[in-house]
């Protein structure tokens, strides 16, 4: 809706008629306070809402970033706001810890969004606008991005298992919100950094926006209709993905032939919306591209790669499959007793150790007397039944790709002599009949 002077000031009847239906049995909602204009105006009209929905129970949540010299003024403001709403408030202080290649700004929005998903609401209910949109639209097409990146910000969507994110002001201009909050007589702070045009954001709000609306005064309901077309055509294109992945559902990953039996275009949908399902980040279009092009022309016996942030992409045995990434210990790890075949869980290698009782394996006796995982560094040899075998020979054989094998775990015992290939071999020297025989599972990934 378009901010004009005809415009009533007050929208809390707007904001209930348009109550989404996903909400109607939500009671406990909590809103992101940060202390400024939009958030004031979220805050008032929810507290005001419980008038005409006597279950309705509203909270806030103020995140103490400590990152500007006002963030006590800003949380003392608050709190008495609040006080004067009787609203709950919670104080979530923060540290910000910007990764390496990460902004402060990304930094305190994860920070922020954490300390969301740690409260005890159903709903976390946040303050962005349609200018918001209109800017992030505008950003997002700016940044290169595609369907899903412009279809912006959904008014609904889950924060966690048990939580919504409701964002119900996004078809309110920032100007609407600051004549109801003056109607309602109500304080804001304002965010120096907001004036700070080295952040995209505060570029296009300070200088281009106000040169595009002398001319095109509707921007922002334009631009927010393009995210909501951008929306739906994401969300065909996530249902088409779907049915690719599981058209080419592999134990290991995906189909090789069947995947190279879909078009260009859904060959790379397929795979980036598997990727998603792993939780693991996408790849950039140009990697992608050429990854695309090594697995439509490299020869079979070769073994293309995808290098990815948190894991490996790659081709092997006929499947596209996915190696998370692990950093198991240099020196290795000093296993707990597993006497009686007890399996146990190693998070630093990604997989599980577990036994199987066989005609021949390990004595019993092994399983208690500190035994180790180790990394391969190179050169391991194994006691066959006649010589010994090279580690490396014997993963090749057992059919391990590639980039598995220089992750694959290798059993010592106490004294240091090589064990077993766990899942693939034992040391005749060491071996017993009948006893315990190693197995190694890397965790599974998602279907």
């Not at 050429?290 to 439509?296: A, I, K, P």
């Not at 073994?303 to 942030?309: D, I, K, Q, R, Y």
């Not at 021949?360 to 560094?377: Q, T």
């Amino acid at each position: 809706m378009a901010a004009s002077r005809k415009t009533q000031p007050d929208l809390l009847k707007p904001l209930l008629e348009h109550w989404p239906d996903e909400l109607s049995g939500q009671c406990a909602f909590e809103v992101g306070l940060s202390g400024g204009l939009d958030s004031v105006a979220l805050l008032s009209l929810l507290a005001r809402a419980r008038d005409v929905r006597p279950d309705l129970a509203v909270a806030a949540v103020h995140v103490h970033h400590g990152l500007s010299p006002n963030a006590d003024a800003w949380a003392a403001h608050c709190q008495a706001l609040c006080r004067d709403l009787n609203v709950p408030l919670r104080i979530a202080r923060v540290t910000v810890r910007a990764a390496r290649g990460e902004g402060v700004e990304a930094a305190a929005r994860e920070a922020r969004y954490q300390a969301y998903r740690e409260g005890a609401a159903q709903v976390v209910a946040l303050a962005h606008h349609q200018d918001d949109q209109a800017e992030t639209v505008l950003l997002q097409l700016l940044r290169g991005g595609g369907v899903k990146a412009l279809a912006a910000m959904p008014a609904l969507r889950p924060l966690s298992v048990d939580k919504l994110l409701w964002r119900p002001l996004l078809d309110f201009t920032r100007a609407q919100l600051e004549r109801y909050v003056q109607w309602q007589g109500l304080a804001w702070v304002e965010d120096e950094s907001n004036r700070d045009n080295r952040y995209r954001r505060n570029l296009l709000r300070n200088d281009i926006f106000p040169v595009l609306a002398a001319s095109l005064p509707h921007y922002r309901s334009h631009l927010a209709r393009a995210a909501s077309l951008q929306a739906d055509a994401a969300a065909i294109l996530d249902e088409v993905a779907a049915m690719d992945i599981h058209a080419c559902a592999h134990p290991q990953g995906l189909d090789l032939a069947r995947w190279l039996g879909l078009s260009s275009s859904r060959q790379r949908q397929a795979l980036l919306g598997w990727l998603e399902r792993q939780g693991m980040p996408l790849p950039e279009p140009a990697g992608l591209l050429e990854f695309q092009r090594q697995l439509t022309q490299a020869r079979v016996e070769t073994c293309p790669l995808l290098p990815l942030a948190g894991g490996l992409l790659f081709r092997f045995g006929g499947a596209i499959q996915l190696l998370l990434e692990s950093t198991p210990p240099a020196e290795g790890s000093l296993l707990p007793d597993l006497s009686g075949g007890k399996a146990c869980d190693l998070p630093e290698w990604g997989g599980e150790l577990s036994w199987e009782w066989r005609e021949r394996g390990l004595p019993e006796m092994a399983l208690a007397s500190g035994l180790r995982l180790m990394p391969r560094a190179g050169g391991e040899k194994l006691p066959a039944k006649a010589g010994r075998r090279e580690v490396k020979d014997l993963m090749r054989e057992a059919g391990l790709p590639p980039p598995l094998r220089q992750r694959w775990p290798l059993l010592y015992g106490a004294d240091g002599a090589l064990l077993a290939v766990p899942g693939i071999a034992v040391s005749h020297a060491a071996a017993s009949q009948p006893g315990w025989w190693p197995l190694w599972r890397p965790w599974p990934l998602r279907k």
